[in-house]
């Protein structure tokens, strides 16, 4: 991003016309590719609005037979399921508790983005009464909540869940396994080195079946605990595997001297750390961890073959009723705008940290 | 589920299946009433007609009842279930590792199961056939009409075994597009990328059924396979077994001497015959040899229903579906399904 860069290029008088043509037809070449181009964007589009708007049906108190009949989209399909696809099996009574739940971790995130919250105690707040507040809310047992096991989770909050708990447990693990492989100690070093090749040489896929249907049969009874956690645990783990090395290729990328120049001014390992190195690896490593986080997101999906109903399963098992079998598109086009919200969001944050941290960096 | 998951299931299976205690007689039953909910499977998406969600996230189908009949027989309540989400590849594993307490979840008895992963089945509930369905315009009256044409079916599955061999037997051939999910495979059907379309016989049924024009299709009367589903436990506990089993001829049962949840109390005040009265518990002794009340299986009919109830409200006339019973009725209805005798 290099909006704060002040480029002021002369504004050129043209007419809007021709700034059109200069653009886009300086060449009979480029004009024909533009008229092609152009062609089949409108056709998408209009076929797309078409389907979705001019000829869908939203009555949401009709069939497959009305449906059928207007051609288009069939949105009342989401009117009657929406909250199987947004909750799965959650105890259909107690769905706005999980509602809730997804509020809370949509407002922890949201805070903790605010750069007036970036403060190791602010942060762990906020983190902290989140936590308690999502797990109290999705859990029950308490303040005359009925409990809900774990295994009756689903839909968005679950997805939520595993998301933001693989990425909170994941980070601190990447951190201390990067300044692991980084250390000059072979005895801290190797170990480090040897599990982050071993996790990244597993697919994430046998990580979580371990995790939830292996480890059980190894682990001590009071070790086991809920599978859920276990298959977090698998998923930080791997998360963690992944980061460490994004976050070594930004110490990677620190000039020697920064860390040459600290120690020369006397400064300890800690204030070294935290003050000199970890801020600049995080800004050169910065587009691949916001890379790292949307896969992060997307691979919550994966926990659907240990036995989670995630936003997609819940979804499958929304148009997989005899009413609405053939309204699959409809709700996929609907989760798939639950996901692209999230992801967007996550990569225009990352697009407003770069151009922060960029301009941090042109002033000095 | 992939190939990969497939077969690190199966070597996980295999493996717990030498590790894992064999269940003692009665111990399943034991840990039922102990933890008071009978765990059962449902799915990871939905199989319809046999395990789907309705509006209000309450899980309903064949297999569902089934394991609400049980839970029945045992508490004397179909709330006492746990439907617990899994996929097909984790049946296995999860039933070995004691999350679940059995499978019904539309599974086929076979040799490698009973004996590679230590399993042990009960009397079939449901004959499962292998069908294929064809586009009406084709004209087709049977697959061997069919020569030189395309078959959509899903990919790595026990289908595409069944379908091949039954091609090669016949001396048929035909182009077999393989796809990957049910979605994908009926879409392409349906589109006329294929001229027909083989899959688990309910699956193709319900597929016409729900056609956007289900009078355009139509299906073959070959059968290319025939898998029998049966409730399928650990090996080594007999009264468990015994409990499945019995808690299906009840079903049937029932069916047979005509005693439906509507007018079970006026039948069980009222037994027609000394074995009817002693199956509802007006006489005692149908429960003490199983470890269960003597009014487990009126207490079954009255709160789920009779096996026909359970198939028309899953299946056939009371569902979207309306499939026909065929060689799922009663042996005196022309089927091959009979309840064993309460003496």
């Given at each position: 991003m290099t909006q704060t860069t002040p480029t002021r290029a002369v504004p050129r008088r043209r007419g809007l016309w021709r700034r059109l043509r200069h653009d886009y037809a300086a060449t009979p070449a480029a004009a024909l590719v533009t008229l092609v181009c152009g062609t089949i964007l409108v056709a998408i589009a209009w076929t797309l609005i078409d389907w979705a708007i001019l000829r869908a049906t939203f009555d949401p108190a009709a069939g497959r037979e009305a449906c059928r009949a207007a051609g288009g989209a069939c949105w009342p399909v989401i009117a009657a399921r929406w909250r199987v696809i947004l909750f799965g099996l959650y105890p259909y009574d107690e769905q706005w508790r999980a509602a809730l739940a997804c509020l809370v971790v949509a407002a922890v995130i949201l805070l903790s983005c605010l750069p007036r919250m970036w403060g190791l105690g602010r942060l762990a707040a906020i983190w902290a009464t989140g936590t308690a507040l999502f797990y109290l809310l999705m859990r029950g047992g308490l303040f005359g909540l009925t409990p809900v096991n774990e295994q009756q989770w689903g839909g968005l909050p679950l997805t939520l869940f595993v998301f933001v708990a693989t990425a909170v447990i994941g980070m601190p693990m990447a951190i201390v396994l990067a300044l692991m492989r980084r250390s000059s100690l072979p005895g801290i070093a190797i170990p480090a080195g040897l599990l982050i090749d071993a996790i990244r040489s597993l697919p994430l896929l046998s990580i979580l079946f371990t995790c939830a249907i292996v480890l059980p049969l190894v682990l001590p009874d009071f070790l086991i605990g809920e599978k859920l956690y276990r298959v977090v645990f698998g998923a930080a783990l791997f998360f963690a595997a992944y980061q460490a090395e994004i976050i070594r290729g930004g110490f990677q990328a620190i000039p020697r001297g920064q860390e040459e120049a600290a120690k020369a001014l006397g400064l300890g390992w800690r204030q070294r750390?935290?003050?000199?190195?970890?801020?600049?690896?995080?800004?050169?490593?910065l587009p691949a961890t916001i890379n790292q986080f949307v896969i992060a997101f997307m691979e919550t999906a994966l926990i659907v073959v240990v036995g989670f109903m995630d936003l997609l399963a819940s979804a499958n098992t929304a148009f997989r009723t005899g009413e609405w079998t053939f309204a699959h598109v409809e709700v996929y086009a609907f989760i798939a705008a639950i996901y692209f919200a999230?992801?967007?969001?996550?990569?225009?944050y990352g697009a407003f940290l770069e151009a922060r941290m960029d301009a941090g960096?042109?002033?000095s | 589920m992939d190939g990969y998951a497939r077969t690190f299931l199966t070597a996980a299976g295999v493996a717990l299946a030498a590790t894992a205690a064999q269940a003692g007689n009665g111990d399943t039953l034991k840990a039922v009433q102990a933890r008071g909910k009978l765990n059962c499977p449902g799915d990871i998406g939905s199989y319809l007609g046999f395990a789907e969600v309705d509006d209000k996230g309450n899980w309903k189908g064949l297999d569902i009842e089934?394991?609400?009949?049980?839970?029945?027989?045992?508490?004397?309540?179909?709330?006492?279930?746990n439907i617990v989400p899994i996929d097909w590849a984790q049946r296995w594993p999860a039933l070995q590792s004691g999350d679940i307490d059995i499978v019904i979840k539309a599974s086929g008895g076979t040799l490698s199961r009973d004996t590679e992963l230590g399993l042990q089945f009960s009397m079939?509930?449901?004959l499962g056939t292998t069908k294929v369905l064809a586009h009406k315009e084709l004209g087709l009256s049977s697959l061997k009409d069919a020569e030189g044409g395309s078959v959509c079916l899903p990919a790595a599955t026990t289908i595409e075994t069944q379908v091949a061999s039954y091609l090669e037997a016949n001396g048929i051939t035909m182009e077999i597009v393989a796809l990957a999910t049910n979605e994908e495979v009926s879409n392409a059907y349906f589109s006329g990328r294929c001229d027909t379309f083989a899959q688990w016989g309910p699956v193709v049924a319900i597929a016409a059924s729900q056609a956007e024009d289900p009078d355009a299709h139509v299906l073959l009367p070959d059968v290319l396979a025939l898998e029998p589903e049966v409730m399928i436990m650990r090996q080594g506990d007999d009264n468990w077994v015994d409990i499945a089993n019995w808690t299906l001829s009840a079903l049937l049962f029932a069916e047979q001497e005509g005693i439906t949840s509507q007018n079970v109390d006026e039948i069980r005040a009222n037994p027609p015959s000394a074995e009817v009265g002693k199956f509802l518990g007006a006489t005692p002794g149908v429960g003490k040899g199983l470890g269960l009340s003597d009014d487990w299986a009126y207490n079954v009919i009255r709160k789920v229903g009779n096996y026909s109830e359970i198939f028309e409200r899953s299946l056939g006339m009371d569902s979207p579906y309306r499939m026909p019973r065929e060689m799922t009725a009663l042996w005196k209805d022309g089927g091959v399904l009979f309840p064993l005798v309460f003496d």
């Open positions: 750390l935290v003050r000199i190195l970890l801020p600049q690896a995080f800004r050169l490593a999230f992801v967007f969001g996550l990569s225009r960096q042109q002033r | 089934l394991c609400r009949a049980m839970a029945t027989a045992i508490f004397g309540d179909p709330a006492s279930v079939s509930y449901y």
